[in-house]
C-alpha cells in the first residue's frame, strides 16, 4: 500500500510540475554570449510557402529568453536571433521546448524537450552521416575548382564536375533510401509526414509504397496540414486521367 501511495504521489507530483496545458508551448531558451535586449523573432512560413512571417518577439533577458503560446499541430518554424545572417530551424509544437543558442556557433544550436524535436536532431545527425563524403569532397576540392575557373582549366573543372556529380548521385539514392526506411519505423514522428509528401512530389514515387507509408501513420498526423495534403494528392494521383474530348467534326456544306 505504501508503495502505491509513493507512487501516486509521485504521479502528480509530476503533473503538477508541467508548465503547459492542452495545446500549449514553452520555448525556454539561454543565449550564452548574446547580450540583453537582443530581440529573438519567432516565424513561421506564410501560406505559399515562399517566404517567413514574425509570430512572436522576445527580447534576451540575463542569457535567457522564453516564449508561450497555443499550437494545434506540430510545424516548422524558425528563430531569428537579431544581427545573425543563420536561422534556427525547429518544430513548434506542444510541450516544453530547450533551445541552447551560442553567439559564437548558432548554426549548432541545440534543440530538445520534445518528441519531434529530438526526433529532428537524431534525423539531421543521420542525414549528415549519410552527406559525409559529399560534404568532404566540396571541402577537399574548393580551393582547386576556385584556382581552375581563374586559369579557365576546363580539363580540372570538368573532371572535379563529373567526381562531384557521382558522389552526388550516390549520396541521393542513399539518402532517399534513409528518409524511406525512417517513415517506416516512424510513424508518430511529424518528419515521416513530411517525408511521405515529399515523396509524392517526385515522378519516379512508387505510390503503393507512398501509400502504405501514409496509411501506418498515427491519426493524429493524419489530421495534420501535410497530412491532409498527402491525402488529397494520393487521391488526385489514383483517379484516372480524364481523356481529352475527341472533337466533333464540323458538318459539311450543303451541296447548292
Do not use: R, W
Not at 106 to 129: A, L, M, P, R, W
Not at 199 to 209: E, F, I, Q, R, V
Amino acid at each position: 500500500m505504501k508503495k502505491i501511495i509513493l507512487l501516486l504521489s509521485a504521479t502528480v507530483v509530476l503533473i503538477s510540475c508541467s508548465k503547459v496545458g492542452k495545446d500549449e508551448y514553452i520555448i525556454s531558451g539561454t543565449a550564452t554570449g548574446i547580450e540583453n535586449g537582443k530581440t529573438i523573432i519567432l516565424e513561421t512560413p506564410n501560406e505559399n510557402g515562399m517566404g517567413l512571417i514574425a509570430v512572436d518577439t522576445v527580447k534576451v533577458e540575463n542569457g535567457k529568453f522564453e516564449i508561450k503560446g497555443k499550437v494545434t499541430e506540430p510545424s516548422f518554424h524558425t528563430l531569428q536571433l537579431e544581427g545573425a545572417q543563420t536561422k534556427i530551424p525547429f518544430i513548434l509544437e506542444t510541450g516544453e521546448i530547450s533551445i541552447a543558442i551560442n553567439k559564437d556557433s548558432i548554426q549548432k544550436t541545440k534543440i530538445s524537450g520534445t518528441y519531434n524535436n529530438d526526433e529532428y536532431v537524431t534525423f539531421n545527425e543521420e542525414i549528415t552521416k549519410v552527406q559525409k563524403k559529399l560534404i568532404d569532397f566540396q571541402t577537399k576540392n574548393t580551393q582547386a575548382m576556385n584556382t581552375a575557373q581563374q586559369t579557365k582549366d576546363t580539363v580540372i573543372i570538368n573532371g572535379l564536375m563529373k567526381e562531384f556529380s557521382k558522389i552526388q548521385e550516390e549520396v541521393g539514392i542513399a539518402s532517399k533510401a534513409k528518409y524511406v526506411a525512417y517513415a517506416e519505423t516512424h510513424p508518430k514522428s511529424f518528419i515521416s509526414a513530411l517525408i511521405i509528401q515529399g515523396m509524392l512530389n517526385d515522378p519516379s514515387t512508387d505510390l503503393a509504397k507512398s501509400e502504405k507509408l501514409y496509411n501506418s501513420l498515427e491519426e493524429s498526423l493524419k489530421n495534420t496540414k501535410p497530412g491532409k495534403a498527402i491525402k488529397t494528392k494520393l487521391a488526385e494521383m489514383k483517379s484516372p486521367t480524364v481523356e481529352a474530348t475527341p472533337a466533333v467534326p464540323a458538318p459539311a456544306a450543303e451541296a447548292k
